[in-house]
């Protein structure tokens, strides 16, 4: 059985920063295909980042201010996110996908476990 728990939301202004983390049991975050979607009040789920070895994709709307890393011995992923808009403000849930997808991806078909998500509130 897979479990992944997000931590790390919270309340910050505009322009401020925090970081999300993704802890992984039941998989090894290693070799996984490992991702990040957020779902706002009235929205679509969309995707926000994935990792693959040292592959890493973005949405449009985060490149250059978010940043999806791995710790190898913690199996947890993490989501830096710096220079926050109103806009981001949304749940955000970790993904994880099986070790035979080789690249990063934004399809929520890929993934085969989710979190719970953990709220990011983000006042302008």
């Known amino acids: 059985q897979v479990h992944l728990v997000e931590s790390g939301g919270g309340l910050v202004q505009a322009g401020g920063s925090l970081r999300l983390s993704c802890a992984a049991s039941g998989r090894t975050v290693s070799s996984a295909v490992m991702g990040w979607f957020r779902q706002a009040p009235g929205k679509e789920r969309e995707f926000v980042a994935s990792?693959?070895?040292?592959?890493?994709a973005y949405a449009n709307s985060v490149k250059g201010r978010f940043t999806i890393s791995r710790d190898n011995a913690k199996n947890t992923v993490y989501l830096q996110m710096n220079s926050l808009k109103p806009e981001d403000t949304a749940v955000y849930f970790c993904?994880?996908?099986?070790?035979?997808?080789?690249?990063?991806?934004?399809?929520?078909?890929?993934?085969?476990?989710w979190g719970q998500g953990t709220q990011v509130t983000v006042s302008s």
């Open positions: 990792i693959k070895w040292t592959s890493t």
């Open positions: 993904a994880a996908g099986p070790s035979s997808v080789w690249s990063p991806s934004s399809s929520f078909g890929t993934y085969d476990y």
